[in-house]
């Protein structure tokens, strides 16, 4: 088949065909594929992805969405021309992999009082698989989330964490434990509505960030067969960055966190018992679909909720996640 098209289409046209979705690629095969070019974008090591693909294959579900079904609006092919060279040249940046030790990562840090080279955290430029070009992982739990992040010897994010990566200054966190989820949430958002900004500035813009997609006429609120991940690659919007170098927090897919109900319980400070879920961001349809409220330091409503390390946390069609690093 690709032998017979070759023939018929000059290579521009023909990369930008054998690039979209197929109903003939599985997610096994679609998988396979990504962690061949995460592995050589990133430098993993065989172990750690032994680790990763162990996990993958605990699901019937983790990947760049269900390949049935998911219509990408945009191509790697068509961002790398829309950047004039390759995503992963584009976006690296060499001062802050000194810092993080890994590509692809940021340090998070306060402006205020820090520079990069103070910060004790990093945090993944982009969603898993954190490679630019590359669509983004959904489908996955929260638990599954946790568990990638330490394959590689990153981590889960705390809630205040995404906060100061979006906001563009890393805060003491503030979580105010010993109340109930909902009202600690309730404390925290009317102690920063009054500063609310998003991760591209003090006014949301349509059209900045990867949330001029589509939802599957098909999706029937969230089924694996009727709902495509219909994700651009990761760095298709150069401006959808945050003050500190984070990119997609808004757009493509939302991001699970961990929002730790006491101290015992943040990945911050090295728990691996954690707390509840927390999902974080916008999502791939936001420029006609604004489903709810997304500024940086915002909580959500306790939706789909339950501990990050439950066998049955939440997974959806525009759920994924990304990765911290402590680095002191």
Same mark, same amino acid.
């Given at each position: 088949?690709?032998?017979?098209?070759?023939?018929?289409?000059?290579?521009?046209?023909? $990369?930008? %065909?054998?690039?979209?979705?197929?109903?003939?690629?599985?997610? !096994?095969?679609?998988? /396979?594929? @990504? #962690?061949?070019?995460?592995?050589?974008?990133?430098?993993?090591?065989?172990?750690?992805?032994?680790?990763?693909?162990?996990?993958?294959?605990?699901?019937?579900?983790?990947?760049?969405?269900?390949?049935?079904?998911?219509?990408?609006?945009?191509?790697?092919?068509?961002?790398?021309?829309?950047?004039?060279?390759?995503?992963?040249?584009?976006?690296?940046?060499?001062?802050?992999?000194?810092?993080?030790?890994?590509?692809?990562? $940021?340090? %998070?840090?306060?402006?205020?009082?820090?520079?990069?080279?103070? !910060?004790?955290?990093? /945090?993944? @430029? #982009?969603?898993?698989?954190?490679?630019?070009?590359?669509?983004?992982?959904?489908?996955?739990?929260?638990?599954?989330?946790?568990?990638?992040?330490?394959?590689?010897?990153?981590?889960?994010?705390?809630?205040?964490?995404?906060?100061?990566?979006?906001?563009?200054?890393?805060?003491?966190?503030?979580?105010?434990?010993?109340?109930?989820?909902?009202?600690?949430?309730?404390?925290?958002?009317?102690?920063?509505?009054?500063?609310?900004?998003?991760?591209?500035?003090?006014?949301?813009?349509?059209?900045?960030? !990867?949330?001029?997609?589509?939802?599957?006429?098909?999706?029937?609120?969230?089924?694996?067969?009727?709902?495509?991940?219909?994700?651009?690659?990761?760095?298709?919007?150069?401006?959808?960055?945050?003050?500190?170098?984070?990119?997609?927090?808004?757009?493509?897919?939302?991001?699970?966190?961990?929002?730790?109900?006491?101290?015992?319980?943040?990945?911050?400070?090295?728990?691996?018992?954690?707390?509840?879920?927390?999902?974080?961001?916008?999502?791939?349809?936001?420029?006609?679909?604004?489903?709810?409220?997304?500024?940086?330091?915002?909580?959500?409503?306790?939706?789909?909720?339950?501990?990050?390390?439950?066998?049955?946390?939440?997974?959806?069609?525009?759920?994924?996640?990304?990765?911290?690093?402590?680095?002191?």
């Amino acid at each position: 088949m690709r032998t017979q098209i070759k023939g018929a289409l000059s290579g521009g046209l023909l $990369a930008l %065909l054998l690039a979209l979705p197929a109903s003939g690629q599985t997610l !096994a095969e679609n998988n /396979a594929r @990504m #962690f061949q070019q995460m592995q050589q974008a990133r430098g993993l090591s065989d172990g750690q992805m032994a680790r990763i693909r162990s996990i993958f294959a605990g699901s019937r579900f983790i990947g760049q969405g269900n390949p049935a079904v998911t219509r990408h609006p945009m191509t790697p092919q068509q961002l790398e021309a829309k950047l004039g060279q390759n995503p992963r040249s584009y976006y690296r940046n060499r001062a802050f992999e000194r810092i993080c030790g890994a590509p692809f990562m $940021a340090p %998070l840090y306060d402006p205020a009082t820090q520079r990069p080279e103070d !910060a004790t955290v990093c /945090a993944d @430029m #982009f969603e898993y698989p954190n490679v630019p070009g590359m669509y983004p992982v959904t489908w996955v739990r929260a638990k599954e989330a946790a568990e990638l992040c330490w394959a590689e010897g990153k981590r889960i994010g705390d809630a205040h964490e995404w906060e100061g990566a979006s906001h563009g200054a890393l805060t003491p966190p503030d979580y105010f434990f010993g109340r109930s989820v909902q009202a600690a949430r309730a404390a925290h958002n009317a102690k920063y509505q009054a500063s609310a900004r998003y991760s591209i500035g003090p006014q949301w813009r349509s059209g900045v960030c !990867a949330t001029g997609s589509h939802k599957n006429a098909s999706c029937n609120g969230g089924s694996f067969t009727g709902c495509g991940s219909n994700t651009y690659p990761a760095g298709s919007f150069p401006e959808c960055r945050s003050p500190l170098g984070v990119y997609d927090l808004d757009g493509n897919a939302a991001e699970h966190m961990n929002l730790p109900l006491a101290p015992d319980q943040m990945a911050s400070r090295g728990s691996r018992k954690l707390g509840v879920t927390e999902m974080k961001g916008s999502w791939f349809i936001w420029d006609t679909v604004r489903a709810h409220t997304h500024w940086s330091r915002w909580r959500a409503p306790f939706w789909h909720g339950g501990p990050v390390l439950s066998a049955s946390s939440h997974h959806n069609y525009h759920l994924g996640f990304r990765c911290f690093k402590d680095v002191k």
